[in-house]
């Protein structure tokens, strides 16, 4: 049984949760391996109960699965205890302990570390969702972070209060320059004291064995990606990106899985494109803007903000399945187009500046596609358009979602 990366190939929003709550239903890990409380992953079950993770893996809904915060994420405990609360007390999930395992090498966000990101943001606006992310980043690449296994030491305040305090001495002097009130050690010392009692039972010291244990007796494991390939630290539109790496690559130093135990990397993408925050988006629609939100119900998970709605970008998407190795395809929200006479997708730029797009128009179908359950089914202008996406990026399209549903899914 393989290990299986799943990876957003656009600015994130793809449709990750849903795959990964689907997959999960054979697998026996699911490790969430980058980002933190940005993140937000949307599953609707059957009965349409709609639930959004933000730091738990999207796996814990199938109770059989294991779930890990891995290494290469960043942990909000007061976030992450409250997520915890509601999926227990509001959804009637089962509690975790015994299937959430977090990595003691989890970076820990804390308020300066949501502090920064809003001073930094009104200082120069990339449209964060000021969850705190790109600072504990910092922290961590500065090696003056604070780590889940630091938390657990609950009996070592001295070991705990020294690193916090070094942390703040710096972040303080940046926190005054912003314009904003220091942050106390003592009160984060207490936080982390508060959470580790919370938490501190999911926090592994065995994490690694686990994980290696379960690639190696070929049981199947799922890394979920967070964000999408654009919004990578390296190969997406810096600086508009996140502070991780989203990519497949990304997967292997945040799950610490080595590439070469990769089985399959599958890419998720909606078949059109959507982006938060600012940053270039060259296939940005306006006359379709509005169709497209709102079928698509576009707005942030995590902040309530609109999406930017525009149309397919296969040259960008090309080099997304380079970056990643993408072995195969989930196209989701195809079912957005059902009430359109037609639609556009970006196939080229134009050779003067390389930066204006050139459209393909394609017949809509204008029939409801949401109740199709195999791909014979489907109309032929809704086929035309599947062959036309696979033969550009030639990668083949496995997963078709066509609507919401946790089970709703046309397998090729
Ligand atoms: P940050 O990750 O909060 O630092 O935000 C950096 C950029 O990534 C902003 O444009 C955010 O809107 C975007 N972003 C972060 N997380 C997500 C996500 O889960 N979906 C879509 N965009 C995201």
Redesign the pocket.
Known sequence: MPVIAIVGMQ???EGKGKIIDYLSQNADIVIRCQ?GA????TVVTNNGKKFVFHQVPSGILNPKVQCIIGQGCVVDPIKLANEITRLVVDHGIENPKGRLFISPRAHVTLLHHRLL?EGKESHYP??????G??PTYVDKIKRCGIRMGDLAALTRWNKLEPIIKRALKENNVLLKWYGLSEVNSNDQVCVCFDHASLLGYLIDPKIDEKIRWNVMNNKTVILEG???TL?DIDVGTYP????SNTTSAGLCTGSGIPPTKINKVIGVMKAYTT?????PFPTNTKSHEKYLREKGNEY????G?ERRCGWLDLPSLKEVIWFNGITEIALMKLDVFDALSSFYVCNAYTSSNGKTPIFKSFQGWNRSIKSVSSYSDLPLETKTFINYIESFLNCPITMISTNEKREQFILR
């Open positions: 600015w994130g929003d980002g940005n993140a937000g992953h990101d990339l449209g964060t969702t000021k969850s992310i790109g967070s964000q999408g919004l508009y990106v996140t502070s982006r938060v925050g600012e940053g942030g998970a995590t902040t903000r």
